[in-house]
């Protein structure tokens, strides 16, 4: 179902852009979440070529031209973004919106001589365990770690460690195969065999599990230093229901910890992505604070999903933080005051996730849709879809954003927008194998 959105950046002036820029941008991914991206790419004046795997790409349909790749296929995106480059016009930058493909875009970027960061720290971006491994010995707060090898070695980490814990693939995404085991109930084979069904390369990790506050962060690093205008109250209400999995319900914003952990978070922000070797380039965090001390649970090396660069952060405080990566993407600098918030408005987010079952009815999207206030409301099944339990992020099944002069008053319209949009489903009884 088309989403209703309402783009943060519809004011913004195109017609100085226009003139100055004429080049080719590569955004790596078509799908739902990066086209509010590829749309301020177009308003910039800039020649749009998206790469993706999916002829039906929505995407494509804004582009002005496409490129048929996996963008988890990076061999096969260099080659195609190569051969676009000899054959068809230069390509002046690139950039993924949405999609966790660091290590794609750093190929490309090194391949063709564009800006980017270096393969180094795409490599330890995509991959948790060297990540940690590096924070650690940079003396990067992070929660205690482990590589676990097998469910015996996971047995005797528990046995050593106690609970709680996290089991998670080192190089999977959107919360798939990660595990808060908190008590002796929880059967570890089961545990270790899913986690490590999710990891391409079968390989698992172990973290002590910190209680706290969590946040989102988004920051540009310009010249080794972090500006960080996107910061998010994460929403885990549903720790228990959905447990042992760890299921995100959306965020709120301006957050509401005090100045000095903001400032510490931020702080720690730049210190992690200097880890990374990050000292021009887009970084997503997601931080716990543990004992009012924030610690690293991940840094990505690309903007976020879920919404947060495109809609939460510029409906929170006017930065136009996309426009900008795409800036940096293309070998400029971004002013620090453009990444400096100009106001706190209220924004909350928050997920559909319907009883698992057939989908048989979906209502309330129109009237939502016509709320003033909704500036994003999507929904991700159709009648007929299988609804299954939720496991991970990307199986909810819809997503509402709320703006308000306050943080609670968009909290109450996100709630309430949930309450009204009813996605009806019966249950399923699976067949017995024949
Ligand atoms: N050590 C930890 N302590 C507390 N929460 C954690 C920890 N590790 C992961 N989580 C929670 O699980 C979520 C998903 O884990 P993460 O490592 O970010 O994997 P993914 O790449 O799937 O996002 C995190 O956003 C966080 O809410
Ligand atoms: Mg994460």
Same mark, same amino acid.
Not at 133 to 138: I, L
Not at 159 to 181: I, N, T
Not at 248 to 263: A, F, K, M
Not at 274 to 301: H, N, W, Y
């Given at each position: 179902m088309?989403?209703?959105?309402? !783009?943060?950046?519809?004011?913004?002036?195109?017609?100085?852009?226009?003139?100055?820029?004429?080049?080719?941008?590569?955004?790596?991914?078509? #799908?739902?979440?990066?086209?509010? $991206?590829?749309?301020?790419?177009?308003?910039?004046? !800039?020649?749009?070529?998206?790469?993706?795997?999916?002829? %039906?790409?929505?995407g494509f349909a804004l582009a002005d031209d496409h490129i048929i790749a996996s963008t988890y296929d990076l061999e096969a995106t260099v080659a195609a973004a190569w051969h676009y480059q000899r054959t068809v016009r230069p390509i002046d930058g690139v950039i993924t919106i949405a999609a966790d493909v660091p290590l794609t875009v750093a190929s490309v970027a090194e391949q063709l001589g564009l800006p980017g960061i270096s393969l180094e720290s795409a490599r330890l971006a995509s991959d948790k365990l060297a990540m940690?491994?590096?924070?650690?010995?940079?003396?990067?707060?992070?929660?205690?770690?482990?590589?676990?090898?097998? &469910?015996?070695?996971?047995?005797?980490?528990?046995?050593?460690? #106690?609970?709680?814990?996290? !089991?998670?693939?080192?190089?999977?995404? #959107?919360?798939?195969?990660?595990?808060?085991?908190? $008590?002796?109930?929880?059967?570890?084979?089961?545990?270790?065999?899913?986690?490590?069904?999710?990891?391409?390369?079968?390989?698992?990790?172990?973290?002590?599990?910190?209680?706290?506050?969590?946040? &989102?962060?988004? &920051?540009?690093?310009?010249?080794?230093?972090?500006?960080?205008?996107?910061?998010?109250?994460?929403?885990?209400?549903?720790?228990?229901?959905?447990?042992?999995?760890?299921?995100?319900? $959306?965020?709120?914003?301006?957050?509401?910890?005090?100045?000095?952990?903001?400032?510490?978070?931020?702080?720690?922000?730049?210190?992690?992505?200097?880890? !990374?070797?990050?000292?021009?380039?887009?970084?997503?965090?997601?931080?716990?604070?543990? %004992? #009012?001390?924030?610690?690293?649970? %991940?840094?990505?090396?690309?903007l976020s999903g879920g919404y947060f660069c495109t809609h939460e952060i510029p409906l929170n405080t006017g930065v136009d933080l996309v426009g900008q990566a795409i800036r940096l993407a293309l070998g400029e600098k971004p002013e620090p005051s453009s990444l400096i918030p100009r106001f706190q408005r209220g924004v909350a987010q928050r997920y559909l996730m319907p009883e698992p079952g057939r989908v048989v009815r979906i209502s309330g999207v129109d009237e939502v849709s016509r709320w003033p206030d909704i500036a994003l409301c999507e929904i991700r099944v159709k009648v007929g879809d299988l609804v299954r339990p939720i496991t991970n992020h990307p199986a909810r099944a819809g997503v509402v954003i709320a703006t308000a002069e306050h943080r609670q008053q968009a909290i109450d319209r996100a709630v309430e927008a949930i309450g009204c949009l009813k996605i009806d489903t019966v249950p399923v009884v699976e067949s017995p194998p024949k």
């Open positions: 088309r989403p209703k959105t309402t !783009l943060p950046f519809h004011h913004l002036s195109t017609a100085k852009e226009k003139k100055t820029e004429a080049r080719a941008l590569l955004i790596i991914s078509g #799908g739902l979440e990066a086209v509010p $991206g590829i749309i301020r790419a177009k308003q910039m004046g !800039l020649y749009v070529v998206v790469s993706d795997q999916n002829p %039906e790409a929505p940690k491994q590096k924070f650690a010995a940079d003396g990067v707060p992070i929660p205690w770690f482990s590589p676990v090898d097998s &469910s015996e070695h996971l047995r005797q980490i528990v046995a050593e460690q #106690g609970f709680p814990l996290v !089991l998670k693939p080192v190089d999977s995404r #959107g919360a798939r195969g990660v595990l808060r085991l908190v $008590g002796p109930d929880i059967d570890l084979d089961w545990a270790y065999q899913l986690s490590r069904s999710f990891s391409p390369t079968g390989r698992v990790m172990v973290e002590r599990f910190l209680p706290g506050p969590q946040v &989102s962060t988004e &920051s540009i690093m310009i010249d080794g230093l972090a500006y960080t205008p996107g910061f998010s109250d994460r929403n885990y209400e549903y720790l228990d229901r959905y447990a042992p999995y760890i299921i995100e319900n $959306g965020g709120d914003l301006p957050s509401r910890l005090p100045d000095q952990i903001q400032q510490a978070v931020r702080e720690l922000v730049q210190q992690a992505a200097l880890s !990374l070797g990050i000292t021009q380039g887009v970084v997503k965090g997601d931080i716990v604070v543990f %004992e #009012g001390q924030p610690r690293v649970i %991940e840094l990505a090396a690309r």
